[in-house]
């Protein structure tokens, strides 16, 4: 640049801006200041002397906006001139906002290039600004703007638009609003605009998903405000549009919405598989199109995983929104092994996310599975996330995501949003294997103190079904048995502890030993039950005294009803449990009046025990409460199902238990379910023989004659000298020390049973003799002949008993 002298406007008079009215400044093509008006001295507080010959972006431009000032600049010598704001310094150090009109002009000697920025006085019109501010916003404002006329037919659009659609500006004129961004919401969209045209009611901030017409595999989301143009006359000119990229707002508001919902909907039970369909359906479609839960073998039964992440995979979850992509993955419930060089395998190994953005460019896949990946990609596969599940630092299984419908692949965020999802789901699982863990250790210790079968037994023929709860309710303390009692007779219980969890399993299985411990005592039916609420009150005075913070027993109920196939005799009480069903062999409903009895535990009232004579066929159904309850039903309404789906005919007791399975219980029980069915039998009169003996001293050789004629018609007298030996004994005994007629019986089947009953309430005792004394061998004598002695009492009766096996004939003692 060739040497100036710095001047004034009003000094430089053959220059054609010293002229200029306005507040101006002219520069080289340096950017200097090579002249300063009186009128920008007024307006900014610079002085000449200040300002002549320095760079004006050291004067007048503050750092922030010397970009801004650099394109003005740059446009200016492109274009030839600019127009519009800029920010300067005034000399008090604040900043303000004028308008500039900018030429580029040549000096008449053509030796200097000058520069003129003439700043906005008052001879710088209304329309001027606004023209300045709309071109602000044309060229250099990142929001876009469309406007269009009254047809809604796109007239300008600025370099906003025109860089994100990828077309120059031009190429959207004549287009309507809708061509530009299309998709689900367009049409929509353009009823929008109409409305905003024909009714002047502004549209602010409304969110629209599209695509680009150059890029139509990008997901898009812009914000639209659009507002009715009009001059002052009231006509319309048509409708702008202000248009806001918010794709990346959007992803972020869905991923935290995405992750709220999995919040909500994973983990709502304590199902290992349930857990995994939650997630699966949580995450299709929003996250991806088809996705896969897998766990390692062990997780779903509870146990803990090997912790090098090997072995075979269960598939838990599988989901798609296309159906066909079904049939290319595994099944629900399929055990299986990712083969090495995949994506899943490569995660478990590594224990880290896989991400394969594009599937083609995957080459361990198509080695390992060829015909699977051509599937996959046949059906518009064409990337994968895999993200294992790892919780307490134990790995779990792992989630495999695929993208088919939605054309653009997974990305980093994307990843990072399938993490959060299964760290989620991770802990959920973990924590529904642990319940699993624990709830199958208190089942199969509530299997364990329950009967592992029932025996056949004479009385009656049986069926039973016992169906713990759903395991997030617990196991329960539900129990059953079917306890051989002397003299051919049966005891049929059910019984069920309140509460759910370890406690009441222990609690069912110390009182299940008691009941049968008392029920080899021969007690009545309502003195087992006295004991048992005695036994349940001290444990739970136990438990309260030296386990504070343990569940406590809070009571129980109970059934219990004695059989005998002799006298068809039947004998029942209950402690707070459902009545029994009896039903004849014609299939009616025979109503029983068992009086209901406190729960155990409770206190304070006597039991009383029902009795009744039941033809032979008849049919008795024990319950818990839980049969009768699930499906929401009153107590009244599970009974009059239950009764009549016992009605129906059915070729045997188990057929009928299946039946009341199938109509009560269509879903896995809320609570234990216990069902014990029973189908009495007499016993026939000739497998019966009964004799009643007078108080004399030829008793017992009167009971060894009657034993020994029978066993002989019973083709048994290989058995004749055992048992007059324990028919005499007993004879004797209940002559000696009772006093009045001795009622003796002969019972065969499958067994020798002899019995001996009396009016005394004394009962005997089994004592070693010494060598000098002449008595007390008696029952020593009976206890060594049988198989096993017992003593029961009745009403103003007692009887002594002895049972013989008969499929093995006893060695004749030595005497």
């Not at 320095?54 to 750092?63: D, Q, Y």
């Not at 039970?269 to 996250?287: G, K, S, Y």
Request: proline share 7%; aromatic share 6%.
């Amino acid at each position: 640049m060739r040497n100036t002298s710095p001047k004034t406007l009003s000094e430089s008079p053959e220059d054609p801006f010293s002229i200029h009215r306005s507040a101006s400044a002219v520069l080289d093509d340096e950017g200097r200041v090579v002249a300063w008006s009186e009128q920008a001295t007024t307006l900014l507080g610079h002085r000449p002397e200040e300002v002549l010959g320095r760079p004006i972006r050291e004067v007048l431009i503050a750092g922030r906006d010397k970009g801004l000032v650099a394109e003005a600049t740059a446009a200016c010598r492109r274009d030839g001139g600019w127009l519009g704001l800029l920010p300067v310094l005034h000399r008090a150090g604040h900043r303000v906002f004028v308008g500039f009109r900018a030429r580029r002009v040549q000096r008449l000697d053509a030796t200097v290039e000058w520069l003129l920025v003439g700043a906005l006085a008052e001879d710088i019109t209304q329309w001027e600004i606004d023209r300045a501010v709309l071109d602000g916003f044309f060229r250099r404002s990142p929001v876009g703007v469309v406007v269009l006329g009254p047809d809604l037919r796109i007239l300008r659009v600025n370099q906003a638009i025109a860089r994100a659609g990828g077309l120059p500006p031009e190429a959207y004129r004549g287009r309507r609003a809708g061509e530009f961004l299309f998709g689900p919401d367009a049409v929509l969209a353009e009823t929008k605009l109409r409305s905003v045209l024909e009714t002047g009611r502004p549209v602010i901030f409304a969110e629209q998903q599209g695509r680009l017409l150059n890029d139509p595999g990008r997901e898009l989301v812009v914000s639209i405000s659009a507002f009715r143009m009009q001059d002052p006359s009231g006509r319309v000119l048509g409708v702008t549009e202000i248009v806001e990229d918010v794709t990346d707002r959007h992803r972020a508001r869905r991923r935290l919405a995405l992750l709220n919902e999995v919040g909500a909907r994973i983990g709502s039970t304590l199902d290992v598989a349930r857990t995994a369909r939650e997630l699966a359906e949580a995450a299709v479609p929003e996250l991806a199109d088809a996705l896969s839960v897998d766990l390692l073998e062990p997780v779903p039964r509870g146990e803990e995983p090997a912790p090098d992440a090997r072995g075979p995979l269960r598939r838990m979850a599988v989901r798609s929104v296309r159906p066909e992509a079904l049939e290319v993955m595994h099944p629900e419930g399929h055990l299986f092994f990712f083969p090495d060089e995949t994506a899943p395998a490569r995660c478990l190994a590594e224990r880290r996310p896989v991400l394969d953005p594009r599937l083609e460019d995957t080459r361990g896949w198509f080695v390992a599975e060829p015909e699977r990946a051509r599937a996959a990609l046949a059906i518009g596969v064409h990337s994968l996330m895999v993200v294992p599940l790892s919780a307490r630092g134990v790995v779990l299984g792992l989630v495999c995501l695929w993208r088919s419908q939605r054309p653009e692949p997974f990305e980093e965020d994307d990843l990072t949003l399938a993490e959060e999802f299964a760290a989620r789901a991770a802990v959920c699982i973990d924590n529904a294997r642990r319940y699993t863990q624990q709830h199958n250790a208190a089942e199969a210790l509530q299997r364990s103190l329950l009967p592992s079968e029932v025996p056949e037994h004479p009385a009656v023929e049986t069926a039973y079904r016992y169906l713990p709860a759903h395991a997030s309710t617990g196991v329960g303390g539900d129990w059953y048995d079917v306890i051989p009692l002397s003299g051919l007779r049966v005891a049929l219980v059910v019984g069920d502890v309140v509460g759910h969890g370890m406690h009441a399993s222990a609690t069912m299985g110390r009182l299940r030993a008691a009941v049968r411990t008392l029920a080899h005592l021969d007690l009545a039916p309502d003195e087992v039950l006295a004991r048992l609420d005695d036994l349940v009150d001290e444990l739970a005075t136990e438990q309260r005294q030296t386990e504070a913070n343990a569940p406590q027993i809070v009571g129980a109920t109970c059934l219990y009803a004695i059989y005998d196939p002799v006298s068809r005799h039947c004998a029942m009480a209950r402690a707070g449990h459902p009545p029994p069903t009896v039903l004849s062999p014609d299939g009616r409903v025979r109503p029983v009046d068992v009086p209901a009895g406190p729960p155990l535990g409770v206190g304070g009232l006597p039991f009383e025990t029902a009795e009744l004579e039941l033809d032979e066929d008849s049919l008795i159904a024990l319950y818990s409460d839980g049969l009768l309850l699930s499906g929401h039903r009153d107590i009244d309404q599970g009974l009059a199902l239950l009764r009549s789906t016992l009605t129906g005919p059915f070729h045997s007791l188990e057929h009928t238990c299946k039946a009341v399975e199938d109509a009560m219980l269509p879903d896995r029980p809320t609570d234990d379910v216990t069902l014990l069915l029973g189908r009495t039998r007499v016993l026939a009169a000739e497998n019966v023989a009964t004799w009643q003996l007078p108080a004399e001293a030829t008793a017992a050789g009167r009971a060894r004659a009657v034993v020994r004629d029978r066993l002989a018609e019973w083709g048994l007298e290989e058995f004749a000298f055992t048992t007059e030996l324990i028919v005499s004994e007993l004879v004797t005994n209940a002559y000696r020390y009772a006093g009045g007629p001795v009622l003796l019986r002969l019972i065969r089947d499958g067994r020798l049973i002899c019995e001996v009953s009396d009016s005394s309430s004394t009962s005997p005792h089994l004592r070693q003799a010494r060598g000098t004394d002449e008595g007390g061998r008696g029952l020593f004598l009976v206890a060594q002949l049988s198989e096993r002695w017992g003593t029961r009492y009745g009403r103003n009766r007692k009887t002594i008993w002895a049972e013989q096996p008969l499929a093995a004939q006893q060695g004749e003692p030595g005497v």
